[in-house]
């Protein structure tokens, strides 16, 4: 009895890894030029220059802050058409000092400050209490730990041009790359996530994904949507099926780049990562369903959605698959089982690096010109086993959570060093 | 941003080195099923998402059949090393072969990817946050 439950289990869950793996192929071959939907009509020379607030949202970050804010000012984009508000999210450090003398020296800043009472209880609950401020119509957001190239404003409200597109999301690349060995490995994720990933998702016409910074999103949808629910830790994911569900699409913007400071230890990748696998998980059961009965998505958004929904659940998946699948070998194990067991295992431990799969980082990483980047590529095993433990430990805490009816989850804040400000020419 | 031309011709001269590769370790008999099994798919995805790129059809058919040298042999050795190993622990073989061979293979098959690419990648620096 037990043999043949692990025998159905292991086929079942090697029936999704394949999938994923079949998924990532594809995505690969699309930004090759090898698989490629019919090209729709791009709009060129428009002259669409809307007015747009930018939200920048800050809790205790001094010592990037004001590397964005200077950044702010240096944009190509009209001042006049400019709305920057820097949401000081009840910090205890110079944050709000800092940006407070930026919006004296510069009018298109202005400073919003939350006292402890209300403000540091999240990303969505600081950007929630800035919607009232925006002045326009077309929203972007950026971390304060963001370092954007300066047309990215232009590149980033094109697309708005297109009424059907109701967010948009550029490229995230790490800035602080050569610090060491984590900063190293985040770079090969974000290659693989946003070169290829986002971009052949774009391309295909799946679901692009709203990364909740250099991106924006139409103030009159959001508001519809009612602003960013607060309980869920993924707000970017959230907000992306949200879109999608309304009606709209999230166009994603490669050209549009911005540096990110990407986590320096292990302790905070560890954080970082789990807030991300616990705000994913939660935007699956949120979305799940919804996703299913749509009858704004297509049939192929729908198989798109459902995988980017669970993505979080694989590693936890692949550790049970492992575990179900030496005890399976020790008992017994029918023949055809060996024939699987290879690909299964080449799928799941693919899922290496933000559960982007080896070849697919490393196509990323060719068409990026990243020539010395490659040779880190077997180092993500490490972070993929890394990752196992991450996303076990959130599902298994929202599990509990689910339990005891726990709505409220505590949002940890990625702690930024501005070592990334000594790799800015 | 640069288009990628679809490179048919190394494609197809790709598949039949794959393939005449593929067939001569199949018919050797000297490795198992799972090992050919892991080097089919080390040649698809090598053939499917390499041969595509820039770079010349030379380095590229050089390092398919490396890549394929590299597999059998390390499958071949990691066999008999278990075979001693399962025999001095006296564990059975099946059950260890099965469980450390794919990740065995994954150490090569990834390492190995990415000398490839590194190999055919352009050495151009990327742009810094503006131009």
Not at chain 1, 300 to 306: A, E, F, N, T, V
Not at chain 1, 332 to 351: A, E, K, R, T
Not at chain 2, 102 to 121: E, G
């Given at each position: 009895?037990?043999?043949?439950?692990?025998?159905?289990?292991?086929?079942?869950?090697?029936?999704?890894?394949?999938?994923?793996?079949?998924?990532?192929?594809?995505?690969?071959?699309?930004?090759?030029?090898?698989?490629?939907?019919?090209?729709?009509?791009?709009?060129?020379?428009?002259?669409?220059?809307?007015?747009?607030?930018?939200?920048?949202?800050?809790?205790?970050?001094?010592?990037?802050?004001?590397?964005?804010?200077?950044?702010?000012?240096?944009?190509?984009?009209?001042?006049n058409k400019m709305q920057i508000i820097v949401i000081d999210d009840a910090s205890t450090d110079d944050t709000g000092k800092i940006a407070e003398d930026y919006a004296r020296r510069y009018s298109q800043i202005h400073v919003l400050r939350r006292s402890k009472n209300v403000g540091g209880k999240g990303k969505a609950s600081a950007l929630n209490s800035a919607?009232?401020?925006?002045?326009?119509?077309?929203?972007?957001?950026?971390?304060?730990?963001?370092?954007?190239?300066?047309?990215?404003?232009?590149?980033?409200?094109?697309?708005?041009?297109?009424?059907?597109?109701?967010?948009?999301?550029?490229?995230?690349?790490?800035?602080?790359?050569?610090?060491?060995?984590?900063?190293?490995?985040?770079?090969?994720?974000?290659?693989?996530?946003?070169?290829?990933?986002?971009?052949?998702?774009?391309?295909?016409?799946?679901?692009?994904?709203?990364?909740?910074?250099?991106?924006?999103?139409?103030?009159?949808?959001?508001?519809?949507?009612?602003?960013?629910?607060?309980?869920?830790?993924?707000?970017?994911?959230?907000?992306?099926?949200?879109?999608?569900?309304?009606?709209?699409?999230?166009?994603?913007?490669?050209?549009?780049?911005?540096?990110?400071?990407?986590?320096?230890?292990?302790?905070?990748?560890?954080?970082?990562?789990?807030?991300?696998?616990?705000?994913?998980?939660?935007?699956?059961?949120?979305?799940?369903?919804?996703?299913?009965?749509?009858?704004?998505?297509?049939?192929?958004?729908?198989?798109?959605?459902?995988?980017?929904?669970?993505?979080?659940?694989?590693?936890?998946?692949?550790?049970?698959?492992?575990?179900?699948?030496?005890?399976?070998?020790?008992?017994?194990?029918?023949?055809?089982?060996?024939?699987?067991?290879?690909?299964?295992?080449?799928?799941?431990?693919?899922?290496?690096?933000?559960?982007?799969?080896?070849?697919?980082?490393?196509?990323?990483?060719?068409?990026?010109?990243?020539?010395?980047?490659?040779?880190?590529?077997?180092?993500?095993?490490?972070?993929?086993?890394?990752?196992?433990?991450?996303?076990?430990?959130?599902?298994?805490?929202?599990?509990?959570?689910?339990?005891?009816?726990?709505?409220?989850?505590?949002?940890?804040?990625?702690?930024?060093?501005?070592?990334?400000?000594?790799?800015?020419? | 941003?640069?288009?990628?031309?679809?490179?048919?011709?190394?494609?197809?001269?790709?598949?039949?080195?794959?393939?005449?590769?593929?067939?001569?370790?199949?018919?050797?008999?000297?490795?198992?099923?799972?090992?050919?099994?892991?080097?089919?798919?080390?040649?698809?995805?090598?053939?499917?998402?390499?041969?595509?790129?820039?770079?010349?059809?030379?380095?590229?058919?050089?390092?398919?059949?490396?890549?394929?040298?590299?597999?059998?042999?390390?499958?071949?050795?990691?066999?008999?090393?278990?075979?001693?190993?399962?025999?001095?622990?006296?564990?059975?073989?099946?059950?260890?072969?099965?469980?450390?061979?794919?990740?065995?293979?994954?150490?090569?098959?990834?390492?190995?990817?990415?000398?490839?690419?590194?190999?055919?990648?352009?050495?151009?620096?990327?742009?810094?946050?503006?131009?």
């Amino acid at each position: 009895m037990i043999v043949e439950f692990l025998v159905a289990f292991i086929f079942v869950l090697s029936i999704i890894m394949m999938a994923y793996l079949v998924r990532h192929f594809v995505f690969s071959l699309t930004v090759l030029g090898i698989l490629r939907r019919k090209e729709l009509p791009a709009p060129k020379n428009i002259a669409y220059e809307p007015a747009v607030t930018v939200l920048i949202p800050a809790h205790n970050e001094q010592r990037v802050i004001g590397r964005i804010l200077q950044r702010m000012t240096e944009l190509t984009y009209p001042e006049n058409k400019m709305q920057i508000i820097v949401i000081d999210d009840a910090s205890t450090d110079d944050t709000g000092k800092i940006a407070e003398d930026y919006a004296r020296r510069y009018s298109q800043i202005h400073v919003l400050r939350r006292s402890k009472n209300v403000g540091g209880k999240g990303k969505a609950s600081a950007l929630n209490s800035a919607l009232g401020y925006a002045q326009h119509e077309i929203i972007l957001c950026f971390d304060a730990d963001y370092y954007p190239q300066k047309d990215v404003v232009e590149r980033l409200v094109k697309p708005f041009s297109d009424p059907k597109v109701g967010a948009v999301q550029g490229r995230v690349t790490v800035l602080n790359e050569p610090q060491n060995i984590v900063t190293r490995l985040v770079t090969l994720e974000r290659i693989g996530g946003y070169r290829v990933d986002q971009q052949a998702r774009e391309s295909l016409g799946l679901i692009a994904q709203f990364g909740g910074t250099v991106g924006g999103f139409r103030r009159t949808l959001i508001e519809s949507l009612g602003g960013w629910d607060e309980s869920v830790l993924a707000e970017d994911t959230d907000l992306t099926f949200s879109v999608y569900l309304a009606g709209f699409r999230v166009q994603y913007v490669l050209e549009a780049e911005c540096y990110e400071e990407a986590v320096e230890t292990w302790g905070a990748y560890w954080k970082q990562r789990y807030r991300w696998a616990k705000g994913h998980m939660q935007c699956c059961s949120k979305h799940m369903f919804k996703l299913f009965r749509s009858k704004n998505l297509s049939f192929k958004q729908k198989i798109d959605g459902l995988l980017l929904l669970n993505i979080y659940f694989m590693p936890v998946l692949a550790f049970f698959l492992w575990l179900s699948g030496i005890s399976l070998f020790l008992l017994d194990f029918p023949q055809w089982i060996n024939i699987l067991w290879g690909p299964v295992q080449i799928s799941l431990l693919s899922f290496m690096g933000n559960f982007a799969p080896f070849f697919e980082v490393g196509i990323g990483a060719y068409l990026d010109g990243r020539k010395r980047a490659c040779w880190l590529i077997p180092l993500l095993i490490f972070t993929f086993l890394y990752n196992v433990l991450i996303c076990t430990k959130a599902f298994f805490d929202l599990i509990v959570s689910k339990i005891f009816r726990k709505k409220h989850h505590s949002w940890v804040k990625t702690t930024h060093s501005g070592n990334g400000n000594c790799y800015i020419l | 941003m640069k288009a990628h031309k679809w490179k048919i011709s190394h494609l197809i001269i790709g598949s039949l080195i794959g393939l005449i590769m593929s067939s001569a370790i199949f018919l050797s008999h000297l490795i198992s099923e799972e090992s050919i099994i892991m080097l089919v798919i080390f040649n698809l995805l090598f053939i499917s998402l390499i041969f595509p790129l820039d770079g010349p059809l030379s380095a590229k058919t050089i390092l398919l059949s490396a890549g394929n040298i590299i597999g059998f042999a390390w499958n071949y050795l990691f066999y008999l090393f278990l075979y001693d190993v399962t025999i001095s622990l006296k564990v059975r073989f099946d059950s260890a072969f099965i469980i450390v061979s794919p990740i065995a293979n994954l150490l090569w098959i990834v390492s190995f990817w990415s000398i490839s690419l590194t190999t055919l990648s352009s050495s151009k620096t990327r742009l810094r946050c503006e131009t």
